[in-house]
């Protein structure tokens, strides 16, 4: 998804035409770019001085990169081998240094013979390959190379001239000195690129034209030309993502909406004198931002962020009630139909006879409290669909099955999201158009989002953060357990699992595979091509039964995945919540909105397969009551990884907003936003949503003000391309999900 302004001819033209249908084919597979536009901002990923090295010592496992690095020795090493001719193998070692570290180059067969003539001690080259390890030691096989010879007279001149080199980001098939070939090709055509900054925005900050910091990204002659070309290149991204957004908040702004606001006594206080303990401050103040929002005649778009266990579910039923109370509908949307049975049984609890409108032994305010979900029977459907036309039902809780056309409702005035990254502006759009008038929303996450990522990717809605957690809420200890290194830590983890069993708790053991894939052989080959050098994931069933059958034996153990039917599904939820399970062995479907404050112990298998958001989602699931919580995270990665380094980020801390930077910090910004939302978000290049706080805050500010001044942004065309080049793909990527 780019942020490519959609550009004059000359950067419109097909790769193919100006690079050959070969390299162009590989470029548009691999790296997405088809456009001369598309290659012009395929920015490098960092630069290397010549005559300066790289940092071997901080490469990262199991990721292409290309180092540029001198030969300190070379073996040519002969072994046995029945598949070689003559019965004799060869291996060349060579290793490489730049004064950080040194790093092992393997090759094998007949690709030993060119760089064992050519990769001599002393000899400089830029190499590429994915980086493993054998022998406990960092190694690339089968490298890409490319010799460093200034006096090549074959050599372009220009192409070495710069002190700088770029790196692109480069995939096998495609090395980044390739692509710094291809970039040279079209480079020329930078000077057509249209600008979508504003004139007076551009100078007043002191950045570039867009031509000049598209030539200085690709062929800086120092680090200044570098640092000037990003500085007016991120711009250029969050300014055009931001009037994207301002224009949704404009168009959104001139909607009407029926202002809701509670009777003094109605609905609302009945429910809060019935209340066994007082609302949190920090609930008091997010319900009033909420209460106000309501009252006014423009539909509310506000999120609500809040950690696990914060009291959400809690502020969202108080703002459904006030909807109530003035006479509307309001709407539950949960991402499953486990989450959404949870909201209705816990909701119908907390109103007590207040959620029995129209029954025997309802109370005065009392409403309807329906469930709407896809695997209801026929009857209990056509009745809870009646109960939303006539009225009868105040507040429905469903799936996306509340979506469908047939759906209809009496009033509806506020529609809560649950765990907003589960569904798209879409569907947000298509339960929006079941009012008379646009309703009011209130997106919930229990996902802590750094503030420059909700204006990023929730950029069209206000924020509201409950950030303390209810009174009598325990503290969760975490800790890595490396089952590789010390296998005896994985078994001191089951004794501490049978320990809180034997003090009347309970225990989840999280894994991430279901085990029974094997049904699909197409999946089972892709996955075993996949996992041809790593071994699978752990999967439930398998785990469930070996625990069973070892360390936990003599436990009630059940298991819980996706795959279940849903009746199936509730019933080991029930069990365990009554406390007739000890140990449930499940995937992530527990991760939201499962509450069983009993269980105080959670085991999470290969745990450096989950992100650090999901790990600090799943830990939330334990210490919900007053026992102390116990998460252990197993993996069986090296000490030095980078995965074993984001394990003790989440057993370091348990603040989610932390995580949440160390996790952006991690991975690329893309991955973040691209799940969080479509379309849009995944653009980003340049941009760092954390380290460009400021940029973003003050991109925001400068294209709310434009937009306001004129929406059609009729005095900016190269800013109209940009943006329909914006959401054309946007849409686009829609259409593909289906």
Same mark, same amino acid.
């Given at each position: 998804?780019?942020?490519?302004?959609?550009?004059?001819?000359?950067?419109?033209?097909?790769?193919?035409?100006?690079?050959?249908? &070969?390299?162009?084919?590989?470029?548009?597979?691999?790296?997405? =770019?088809?456009?001369?536009?598309?290659?012009?901002?395929?920015?490098?990923?960092?630069?290397?001085?010549?005559?300066?090295?790289?940092?071997?010592?901080?490469?990262?496992?199991?990721?292409?990169?290309?180092?540029?690095?001198?030969?300190?020795?070379?073996?040519?090493?002969?072994?046995?081998?029945?598949?070689?001719? #003559?019965?004799?193998?060869?291996?060349?070692?060579?290793?490489?240094?730049?004064?950080?570290? #040194?790093?092992?180059?393997?090759?094998?067969?007949?690709?030993?013979?060119?760089?064992?003539?050519?990769?001599?001690?002393?000899?400089?080259?830029?190499?590429?390959?994915?980086? $493993?390890?054998?022998?406990?030691?960092?190694?690339?096989?089968?490298?890409?190379?490319?010799?460093?010879?200034?006096?090549?007279?074959?050599?372009?001149?220009?192409?070495?001239?710069?002190?700088?080199?770029?790196?692109?980001?480069?995939?096998?098939?495609?090395?980044?000195?390739?692509?710094?070939?291809?970039?040279?090709?079209?480079?020329?055509?930078?000077?057509?690129?249209?600008?979508?900054?504003?004139?007076?925005? #551009?100078?007043?900050?002191?950045?570039?034209?867009?031509?000049?910091?598209?030539?200085?990204?690709?062929?800086? *002659?120092?680090?200044?030309?570098?640092?000037?070309?990003?500085? @007016?290149?991120?711009?250029?991204?969050?300014?055009?993502?931001?009037?994207?957004?301002?224009?949704?908040?404009?168009?959104?702004?001139?909607?009407?909406?029926?202002?809701?606001?509670? $009777?003094?006594?109605? =609905?609302?206080?009945?429910?809060?004198?019935?209340?066994?303990?007082?609302?949190?401050?920090?609930?008091?103040?997010?319900?009033?931002?909420?209460?106000?929002?309501?009252?006014?005649?423009?539909?509310?778009? @506000?999120?609500?962020?809040?950690?696990?266990? $914060?009291?959400?579910?809690?502020?969202?039923?108080?703002?459904?009630?006030?909807?109530?109370?003035?006479?509307?509908?309001?709407?539950?949307?949960?991402?499953?139909?486990?989450? &959404?049975?949870?909201?209705?049984?816990?909701?119908?609890?907390?109103?007590?006879?207040?959620?029995?409108?129209?029954?025997?032994?309802?109370?005065?305010? &009392?409403?309807?409290?329906?469930?709407?979900?896809?695997?209801?029977?026929?009857? &209990? @459907?056509?009745?809870?669909?009646?109960?939303?036309?006539?009225?009868?039902?105040?507040?429905?809780?469903?799936?996306?099955?509340?979506?469908?056309?047939?759906?209809?409702?009496?009033? =509806?005035?506020?529609?809560?999201?649950?765990?907003?990254?589960?569904?798209?502006?879409?569907?947000?759009?298509?339960?929006?158009?079941?009012?008379?008038?646009?309703?009011?929303?209130?997106?919930?996450?229990?996902? +802590?989002?750094?503030?420059?990522?909700?204006?990023?990717?929730?950029?069209?809605?206000?924020?509201?953060?409950?950030?303390?957690?209810?009174?009598?809420?325990? +503290?969760?200890?975490?800790?890595?357990?490396?089952?590789?290194?010390?296998? *005896?830590?994985?078994?001191?983890?089951?004794?501490?699992?049978?320990?809180?069993?034997?003090?009347?708790?309970?225990?989840?053991?999280?894994?991430?595979?279901?085990?029974?894939?094997?049904?699909?052989?197409?999946?089972?080959?892709?996955?075993?091509?996949?996992?041809?050098?790593?071994?699978?994931?752990?999967?439930?069933?398998?785990?469930?039964?070996?625990?069973?059958?070892?360390?936990?034996?003599?436990?009630?153990?059940?298991?819980?995945?996706?795959?279940?039917?849903?009746?199936?599904?509730?019933?080991?939820? #029930?069990?365990?919540?009554?406390?007739?399970?000890?140990?449930?062995?499940?995937?992530?479907?527990?991760?939201?909105?499962?509450?069983?404050?009993?269980?105080?112990?959670?085991?999470?298998?290969?745990?450096?397969?989950?992100?650090?958001?999901?790990?600090?989602?799943?830990?939330? @699931?334990?210490?919900?009551?007053?026992?102390?919580?116990?998460?252990?995270?197993?993996?069986?990665?090296?000490?030095?990884?980078?995965?074993?380094?984001?394990?003790?980020?989440?057993?370091?801390?348990?603040?989610?907003?932390?995580?949440?930077?160390?996790?952006?910090?991690?991975?690329?910004?893309?991955?973040?936003?691209?799940?969080?939302?479509?379309?849009?978000?995944?653009?980003?290049?340049?941009?760092?949503?954390?380290?460009?706080?400021?940029?973003?805050?003050?991109?925001?500010?400068?294209?709310?003000?434009?937009?306001?001044?004129?929406?059609?942004?009729?005095?900016?065309?190269?800013?109209?391309?940009?943006?329909?080049?914006?959401?054309?793909?946007?849409?686009?990527?829609?259409?593909?999900?289906?």
């Amino acid at each position: 998804m780019d942020l490519v302004p959609a550009l004059e001819e000359p950067l419109k033209q097909p790769l193919k035409s100006v690079l050959g249908p &070969a390299t162009a084919k590989v470029m548009a597979e691999h790296l997405g =770019l088809h456009s001369v536009g598309d290659l012009l901002h395929h920015y490098p990923r960092r630069y290397e001085e010549r005559g300066q090295l790289t940092h071997l010592a901080d490469l990262p496992m199991d990721e292409h990169v290309t180092v540029v690095a001198m030969v300190a020795d070379a073996r040519l090493h002969t072994f046995a081998s029945s598949k070689a001719p #003559r019965g004799k193998g060869q291996r060349l070692e060579v290793t490489i240094t730049d004064g950080s570290g #040194r790093l092992q180059l393997v090759f094998f067969g007949n690709g030993v013979h060119k760089p064992h003539k050519e990769l001599l001690p002393g000899t400089r080259a830029m190499f590429s390959g994915k980086v $493993s390890v054998f022998n406990r030691r960092l190694q690339l096989a089968h490298p890409a190379y490319e010799l460093l010879r200034g006096d090549d007279p074959d050599e372009s001149v220009e192409s070495w001239a710069g002190a700088l080199i770029p790196l692109y980001p480069a995939t096998a098939k495609l090395e980044s000195w390739k692509i710094g070939k291809a970039v040279q090709t079209v480079l020329p055509s930078a000077q057509e690129a249209l600008d979508p900054l504003p004139p007076t925005l #551009r100078d007043g900050r002191g950045l570039l034209p867009l031509p000049e910091a598209l030539l200085k990204i690709h062929r800086p *002659h120092t680090k200044a030309d570098i640092a000037a070309a990003r500085d @007016r290149l991120k711009w250029d991204e969050a300014f055009v993502l931001q009037v994207a957004l301002a224009r949704r908040r404009h168009a959104d702004a001139q909607l009407p909406a029926v202002a809701r606001r509670p $009777s003094p006594d109605g =609905l609302l206080t009945a429910f809060d004198d019935r209340l066994p303990f007082t609302l949190t401050d920090g609930q008091q103040k997010v319900s009033k931002e909420i209460f106000d929002d309501l009252a006014t005649e423009h539909p509310m778009h @506000r999120l609500l962020q809040g950690e696990v266990g $914060s009291g959400k579910t809690m502020v969202a039923l108080r703002a459904m009630l006030a909807v109530v109370d003035a006479g509307g509908q309001a709407a539950m949307l949960a991402p499953t139909e486990v989450l &959404a049975q949870q909201h209705h049984r816990s909701i119908t609890e907390m109103m007590g006879e207040l959620a029995e409108g129209g029954m025997l032994g309802g109370a005065d305010h &009392a409403t309807k409290v329906v469930l709407l979900t896809g695997s209801m029977g026929t009857a &209990a @459907r056509r009745q809870a669909m009646l109960d939303l036309v006539t009225g009868d039902a105040g507040i429905v809780i469903g799936t996306h099955a509340l979506i469908e056309d047939k759906v209809q409702f009496h009033d =509806l005035g506020l529609v809560v999201v649950d765990e907003q990254h589960r569904f798209g502006v879409e569907q947000r759009d298509a339960l929006r158009g079941k009012g008379k008038q646009p309703p009011h929303l209130l997106v919930m996450t229990a996902t +802590p989002i750094p503030r420059t990522v909700a204006m990023t990717v929730f950029g069209d809605l206000e924020t509201s953060v409950l950030d303390q957690l209810p009174a009598g809420r325990s +503290p969760i200890a975490t800790h890595v357990v490396p089952a590789a290194d010390k296998p *005896h830590f994985l078994a001191r983890a089951w004794e501490r699992v049978r320990e809180e069993v034997g003090n009347g708790h309970q225990a989840y053991v999280v894994c991430p595979r279901i085990g029974d894939e094997e049904d699909d052989p197409e999946k089972a080959k892709k996955s075993a091509e996949d996992e041809a050098e790593k071994r699978p994931p752990l999967a439930v069933l398998d785990v469930a039964d070996q625990l069973a059958k070892g360390p936990l034996s003599g436990l009630r153990v059940e298991v819980l995945h996706g795959r279940m039917h849903p009746d199936d599904k509730d019933a080991v939820m #029930r069990r365990f919540a009554a406390g007739d399970t000890d140990v449930l062995v499940a995937t992530t479907v527990i991760e939201v909105g499962v509450n069983v404050p009993n269980a105080t112990a959670m085991v999470i298998m290969d745990a450096d397969r989950f992100g650090v958001s999901q790990l600090h989602q799943l830990r939330g @699931r334990v210490g919900r009551g007053s026992a102390p919580g116990l998460c252990l995270l197993v993996t069986e990665m090296p000490e030095a990884s980078a995965a074993r380094q984001r394990l003790t980020a989440v057993a370091s801390t348990l603040d989610g907003f932390e995580l949440s930077r160390i996790d952006l910090e991690q991975r690329r910004e893309g991955d973040v936003l691209g799940q969080a939302q479509s379309g849009a978000r995944s653009s980003l290049r340049v941009l760092a949503v954390i380290e460009d706080e400021e940029i973003i805050a003050e991109a925001r500010e400068e294209a709310t003000t434009l937009v306001a001044r004129d929406p059609e942004l009729t005095e900016l065309p190269g800013l109209r391309t940009a943006l329909d080049a914006l959401l054309d793909e946007e849409r686009e990527q829609y259409l593909e999900k289906g």
